[in-house]
T-cell receptor
């Protein structure tokens, strides 16, 4: 079974600043997928960004980018130019075959 | 573009009662998943369908839980003889055909067992 660890329960960032969320995982598989999902308060979970393990290039989506270190089994998310709407719970997820394994989440609060 | 929908959004029930939740996936998606999320935690996998076939059930899914996807479209999750420990958010997700395809989540059904 794969385990996903998010070591930061809460993070706070000033609007327009940058915040980095950490995620590590444990697996013996070589071909897998990694995801960051965002869950705003009382709203549904939405995909932020996705990374294929076979790709060396780090994924980016507008203000969101990842630092994928396959050998270290690390997958951090950087949010640049933070906006108030980024306030949410962020989950790191490991995907292999059809199943997702999630970390416990990091609550991000963006301060005005 | 219609996303994944779930009904009801909230359900309050008394211990021992049966409840049923419905999930409608994105129309062209043939894979459907159920997860359970307790407060402050990440979702945990419960079960998975490819079309109408239920291909895996987690050990979290006790005998009181049953899921169906009769025509490969919508799915239902039934919990019999509910217990207080069943209180959680039940999330449904769907994806296209490949195991590599991204899963898209519905808004969830929040169950409270009194």
């Amino acid at each position: 079974a794969q385990t996903v660890t998010q070591s930061q329960p809460e993070m706070s960032v000033q609007e327009a600043e940058t915040v980095t969320l950490s995620c590590t995982y444990d697996t013996s598989e070589s071909n897998y997928y990694l995801f960051w999902y965002k869950q705003p308060p009382s709203r549904q979970m939405i995909l932020v960004i996705r990374q294929e393990a076979y790709k060396q290039q780090n994924a980016t989506e507008n203000r969101f980018s990842v630092n994928f270190q396959k050998a270290a089994k690390s997958f951090s998310l950087k949010i640049s130019d933070s906006q108030l709407g980024d306030t949410a719970m962020y989950f790191c997820a490991f995907g292999f075959d059809y199943k997702l394994s999630f970390g416990a989440g990091t609550t991000v609060t963006v301060r005005a | 573009d219609t996303g994944v929908s779930q009904d009801p959004r909230h359900k309050i029930t008394k211990r021992g009662q049966n409840v049923t939740f419905r999930c409608d996936p994105i129309s062209e998606h043939n894979r459907l998943y159920w997860y359970r999320q307790t407060l402050g935690q990440g979702p945990e996998f419960l079960t998975y369908f490819q079309n109408e076939a239920q291909l895996e059930k987690s050990r979290l899914l006790s005998d009181r839980f049953s899921a169906e996807r009769p025509k490969g479209s919508f799915s239902t999750l039934e919990i019999q003889r509910t217990e207080q420990g069943d209180s959680a958010m039940y999330l449904c997700a769907s994806s296209l055909r490949q195991h590599t395809d991204t899963q898209y989540f519905g808004p969830g059904t929040r169950l409270t067992v009194l």
